[in-house]
């Protein structure tokens, strides 16, 4: 069973940064994209950025562009989460997610959840004002 595990979640303080990790980890599976979501209280899961595996284009919804960079490591099989200027509307609970087959790159496709075969656990984020 193939397994993404987040870390690098935390407390931090507005206008700070921080880095999350997401690592594969279990049964190898082929992975045409993988993404962060994330999730505040009281509110629906929505998409932070997508990255391609094999040349490491990225996808980011307008709302996130500027202060999130998403990159990876094919080696060791990681996705990293890079945010800037942090602020308290930041603070949620963070998922990477893995797209086996590319049926979600495409426009409109992208932030749809059911895309995504394989999910983590979660890591918080909460941001202090």
């Known amino acids: 069973q193939a397994q993404l595990i987040e870390s690098g979640g935390g407390l931090v303080q507005a206008g700070g940064s921080l880095r999350l990790s997401c690592q594969a980890s279990?049964?190898?599976?082929?992975?045409?994209?993988m993404g962060w979501f994330r999730q505040a209280p009281g509110k629906e899961r929505e998409l932070v950025g997508v990255?391609?595996?094999?040349?490491?284009?990225?996808y980011y919804p307008d709302s996130m562009k500027g202060r999130v960079t998403i990159d990876r490591d094919n080696a060791k099989n990681a996705m990293f989460l890079q945010m800037i200027m942090l602020k308290s509307e930041d603070t949620a609970v963070y998922y990477c997610?893995?797209?086996?087959?590319?049926?979600?790159?495409?426009?409109?496709?992208?932030?749809?959840?059911?895309?995504?075969?394989?999910w983590g656990q979660g890591t918080q984020v909460t941001v202090s004002s």
């Open positions: 997610a893995a797209d086996s087959d590319g049926s979600g790159w495409y426009p409109g496709r992208l932030d749809q959840e059911d895309e995504y075969e394989y």
């Open positions: 279990g049964r190898t599976v082929s992975t045409y994209s």
């Open positions: 990255i391609r595996w094999s040349d490491g284009k990225t």
